[in-house]
T-cell receptor, first 111, second 115 residues
Framework: AQKVTQAQTEISVVEKEDVTLDCVYE???????LFWYKQPPSGELVFLIR??????QNEISGRYSWNFQKSTSSFNFTITASQVVDSAVYFC????????FGAGTRLTVKP | KAGVTQTPRYLIKTRGQQVTLSCSPI?????VSWYQQTPGQGLQFLFE???????NKGNFPGRFSGRQFSNSRSEMNVSTLELGDSALYLC??????????????FGEGSRLTVL
């Protein structure tokens, strides 16, 4: 069975703090894709990153970085020096035959 | 480049009615998928279409159906509406042709309220 767990329901930080959003997935497939999406208050999901199961290389994009570890089935997302505009709900997702989303983590960055 | 367009954005229906939601993908995208988002169940996959063929279907009752037209536009229909169908319905399009592994571009959604 495919499953994505985002154990952190809500996180609140003060601007400029670093924050890590956790994502743990379950699948028996050897080929799969992992995603992170951001959902601001407007409701539209915004793509952040995609990773396939054969590429465990970590990635950094500006203040964002992702840590993919197959050994622990985790795909964690870190925001460095958070900003108020980072406030949103963040979803981790797993793609095999279909797309499974985690429950989401609501991040609030206070000024 | 126009994004994914969903219509209507908001609608109110009563129990027992049926509803049709429309999604126009980004030009050139042939894959369209639908998702239901509720506070209780989160984001759940409904179905996915590619070149007018349903490629995958989520675990929803037969009251939920969809189709895709030759121009890649898609519609989903919910018949005999129930209160629990109140949700934000999101459509996403993708360029890829191989199993929907590409980046999904989402519309702003259609918010359905069932009274």
């Amino acid at each position: 069975a495919q499953k994505v767990t985002q154990a952190q329901t809500e996180i609140s930080v003060v601007e400029k703090e670093d924050v890590t959003l956790d994502c743990v997935y379950e699948t028996r497939d050897t080929t799969y894709y992992l995603f992170w999406y951001k959902q601001p208050p407007s409701g539209e999901l915004v793509f952040l990153i995609r990773r396939n199961s054969f590429d465990e290389q970590n990635e950094i994009s500006g203040r964002y970085s992702w840590n993919f570890q197959k050994s622990t089935s985790s795909f964690n997302f870190t925001i460095t020096a958070s900003q108020v505009v980072d406030s949103a709900v963040y979803f981790c997702a797993l793609r095999t035959n279909d797309m499974r989303f985690g429950a989401g983590t609501r991040l609030t960055v206070k000024p | 480049k126009a994004g994914v367009t969903q219509t209507p954005r908001y609608l109110i229906k009563t129990r027992g009615q049926q509803v049709t939601l429309s999604c126009s993908p980004i030009s050139g995208h042939r894959s369209v998928s639908w998702y239901q988002q509720t506070p209780g169940q989160g984001l759940q996959f409904l179905f996915e279409y590619f070149s007018e063929t349903q490629r995958n279907k989520g675990n929803f009752p037969g009251r939920f159906s969809g189709r895709q037209f030759s121009n890649s536009r898609s519609e989903m229909n919910v018949s005999t509406l129930e209160l629990g169908d109140s949700a934000l319905y999101l459509c996403a399009s993708s360029l890829d042709a191989r199993g929907g592994i590409g980046e999904l571009f989402f519309g702003e959604g259609s918010r359905l309220t069932v009274l």
